[in-house]
Structure formats: C-alpha cells, structure tokens
C-alpha cells in the first residue's frame, strides 16, 4: 500500500495551449478512496492516465510512496487499472482472464489459481471462473475486471469510470460492492466519475476539477455543507443547490418580499469589494414554506401588505415516495428564475400553484457575485 502525491503535475496535450491538468496538487493517504469528479472535458480522465503513465507528464510531478514515477512506464509503477469497457480477453475463461497478468510475470500455476479462487471468492464470481465474458452479464464482467487487478495486489488501485456501461440499478448495487470491497482491502484507490452522486455515496474524499483546475478537495459533508466556491456548489448535490443573486440591504438580503438574514461577516466582506448583491445558495430541503399567517421562525418582517417570502410557481411535481420535490418559477430583479424546493410528500401542492417560501435559517450559503468565491464560513 502507498500514498500518492499530484505535485503542480500539469498536462498540455500537443497543438494546445491551455492545459488539460493545471498543476493539480493532491495528496492522497495510504487505503485513502478518493474521487475525481467534475463535468466532461474537466481533466479528471487526463489526471488519472498521468497518474497510470498512459499520459506525459509536461510539468510537476507524481508519487506513489516514496518513488517518483513522474516518467516511469506504467508496468513499473505497481498500479492496477480498471477501465469502463472491461477489456476483457474474448477467447479466455474467467479465471484466465483474472490469471493473465501474473501469467505474464511468470507466476506458477498453483500460485496463479490460488489468487484468482480467492478473489473470485471475494467477487461471488466462484461459479463462473470457466465461462467465456460472452456468457457473463455486464456487472459480472466487471468484477471480472476488478478480480483482474485485485490478484496482481497492486499498491495503487486506478478506476476509471467502471459503472458508466452498467444500468442503472446495477450501478447502485455495484458501486456499493465496489466502496465496500476497496474498504476490506485497504488500497489506495483513485476512481474518476462524472456521477456527483456516485462520487458522494463511494469517496472517503472527492475532488472537484473544472477545466483542468482543482475547484475543491474535501469529505462528502463537508463539500456539501460547504462548497468553495459557485461551481462546486451548482456541481455537487442532487437536486442540485438553488442559486440567486439578491441585493444586500438593512438587515440581510432581499429574498422577494422579505430581507433574510444571512452572516454578516459575509455581507461586509462583499461589501468592501463595492458588490452591492450576492449570490445566494440555497439547497431544495433548506427552504421553507410561509405559513397562511406568513410566518416562518426567525423570519424577518415582510413587507407591508405583501405576502412573506418569494412567491414560486409551480410547474411540475416530482414524487418519489419519500420525498417530493417542486420544479418552479420565481422572479429575481424582473428576471425569471428556475427553483427546486423539497416538500412534504403527503402535502403536495397542484401543478400551477404558488408557493411562498424562504431559505431557513442558518441554512444559506453567501458568495461573492463577482469572483464566485465562498464568503460565508
């Protein structure tokens, strides 16, 4: 087992003059999970190649442990990768293709067979290690894929998107076989996804990429609770969080016919920049509904003769037994803004109607409107 360190690594692929990877720094501890995440084209594949030696490191620097593999070949960086479209060989059994690479390094029979029964025990794959991957379903052949890796006993474990072909109850049921497994295991484990969710329910910690830049590395909460910046907070939570630029005034901000209160440090802060609004975030299961007295605790008086909070409309109700979540409508400074709000499932309001709502309190989220940055702790 290994630690991994992305030191300033940075890569341009050729032609180009922005770069894929911009001097990423990452420190990743022994038997540490974590996981790249971010949107298409966002550096997160580009950084796990470097890592793997399947791409040139232009810049910086990689370790694994002690060694400096920045321009080793891949075969002497004592990984193990599992890709998305298995890459299974088609004429070989289970147990051959699981077998292969220790066949390679000219490990004997009995030695082979004994790794691969004893991770194929760990998968559940024990009845299938004589069929062809053509008789297998997707999942099983990528625990074939995962048993591929797991015999060589690697110090590093490299994923990269390996749910992606699976549908979408398998992804669910494999994902936590996969969390689980790397947690019996202890490797150090790097597994890029685009799936936020995945991201959240698999890493001990996620790091966030946008256009080749680390926006945010952190816990699950703690990237929930507290997104660095715009990007991670639009990026990371599903629904994803309500974002609004509002005026600062007297008090707080204007959220509709009301001024919510929100943390002071953050209002004077953007207010010493000259910002006169902010943006503020709001996640759908923060917000809350006026009441017909238009009172919400801790609520700041609304206007007089106005109704309390924002009003929203709705326009489609999503159901999902648990929980219900409002897709609607609300005006922000004559601009019309999409919402998503969390509700009581057994109080559903009809399609078309309007809601008033505010943020709860201590549940929003300040940002600079200018930089995008964090203001509130």
């Known amino acids: 087992m290994a630690t991994v360190t992305y030191d300033k690594a940075t890569r341009v692929y050729p032609g180009q003059e922005s770069p894929a990877v911009d001097q990423l720094d990452i420190q990743i501890e022994d038997g540490e999970f974590l996981v790249l995440v971010g949107p298409s084209g966002c550096g997160k594949s580009t950084s796990l190649r470097m890592l793997a030696g399947l791409e040139d490191v232009n810049g910086g620097s990689i370790h694994i442990g002690d060694r400096d593999v920045t321009h080793l070949p891949p075969k002497d960086r004592d990984i193990a990768m599992v890709f998305q479209n298995y890459a299974l060989y088609p004429h070989m059994t289970v147990a051959q293709n699981m077998g292969f690479a220790l066949k390679i390094a000219g ?37 074939v894929a995962m048993g591929r890796a797991i015999v060589r006993e690697p110090q590093v474990f ?14 669910v049921q494999t994902r936590t076989q996969i969390a689980g497994l790397q947690r019996r295991l202890g490797v150090t484990t790097v597994y890029v996804t685009h799936d936020q969710v995945e991201a959240m329910t698999m890493g001990d910690r996620v790091a966030v990429l946008k256009d080749g830049l680390l926006q945010q590395i952190d816990t699950p909460r703690n990237m929930y609770d507290q997104p660095a910046n715009l990007f991670v907070a639009g990026f ?25 209160a929100v943390e002071r440090a953050a209002l ?25 007295n238009g009172e919400v605790a801790g609520l700041a008086k609304a206007e007089e003769g106005k109704e309390a ?3 929203v409309t709705v326009n489609v109700v999503e159901e999902t037994g648990a929980d219900a979540y409002i897709y609607g409508t609300a005006e922000f400074g004559g601009d019309t803004k999409d919402l998503v709000i969390r509700v009581d499932s057994r109080d559903v309001p009809d399609k078309g109607a309007t809601l008033n709502v505010v943020p709860k309190p201590g549940e929003t989220h300040v940002f600079a409107a200018g930089s995008g940055e964090r203001l509130s702790d």
């Open 107 to 143: 490990v004997n029979k009995a030695d082979i067979r004994k790794k691969v029964e004893e991770a194929a025990k760990i998968l559940d794959l024990s009845e299938y290690l004589d069929r062809k991957p053509k008789a297998l379903s997707g999942g099983q052949r990528q625990r």
């Open 158 to 171: 490299l994923m990269d998107e390996p749910l992606s072909n699976l549908d979408a109850k398998l992804r």
């Open 268 to 292: 004077t802060e953007a207010q010493s920049k000259g910002d006169t609004h902010v943006v503020v975030g709001c996640r759908p299961e923060h917000f809350a509904v006026v009441n017909g």
């Open 309 to 311: 909070g924002l009003a």
């Open 236 to 260: 990371i939570g599903s629904p994803a969080m309500n974002l609004v630029e509002v005026p600062i005034t007297d008090g707080g901000v204007k959220f509709g016919n009301s001024v919510v």
